[in-house]
């Protein structure tokens, strides 16, 4: 399985790509690899403001229904808008084209509480 090892991550399978006080947000390859083909991907809105653990989104794969956690608190400040057209990007390439929303992150220390590579990949055995 796939767990870039800049990246942090959570218990639900979301990963974090931190830029200074700016983090692209979206779903491992685990999760991607569990839920299937990716069919639909709900996004939150421009400036919406989220605190850490907070559902922001749900994606729709042919046999089921996921939420997606923020991460950390923050507000969107970018939404991958190709996932409207193109939601099997998140299958494709979870890690790069794939990525979901970017935040502005409001409370840095609550990156401390994340996964590194390593503990993840001890989650998902």
């Known amino acids: 399985m ?3 090892d800049n990246l942090k991550y959570t218990k639900e399978h979301e990963w974090l790509k931190i830029e200074g ?14 839920l299937g083909d990716i069919v639909f991907v709900e ?5 919406d403001t989220f605190t850490q653990n907070d559902i922001f989104g749900t994606i729709e794969a ?13 507000s969107i400040i970018a939404i991958n808008n190709n996932l409207e057209s193109e939601p099997e990007l998140i299958n494709s ?8 929303v ?5 409370n840095i220390p609550e990156i401390d509480a994340l996964l590194s590579d390593v503990d993840y990949s ?3 055995g």
């Open 93 to 100: 390439d979870p890690y790069g084209e794939g990525w979901i």
């Open 21 to 34: 006080n700016v983090a692209y947000v979206g779903i491992t390859d685990f999760a991607q690899g569990e």
């Open 2 to 4: 796939n767990t870039p």
């Open 62 to 74: 042919v046999k089921t229904l996921a939420d997606l956690y923020i991460p950390v608190s923050g």
């Open 43 to 47: 996004l939150p809105n421009l400036n």
């Open 122 to 124: 001890n989650l998902i």
């Open 102 to 106: 970017k935040i502005e992150i409001s």
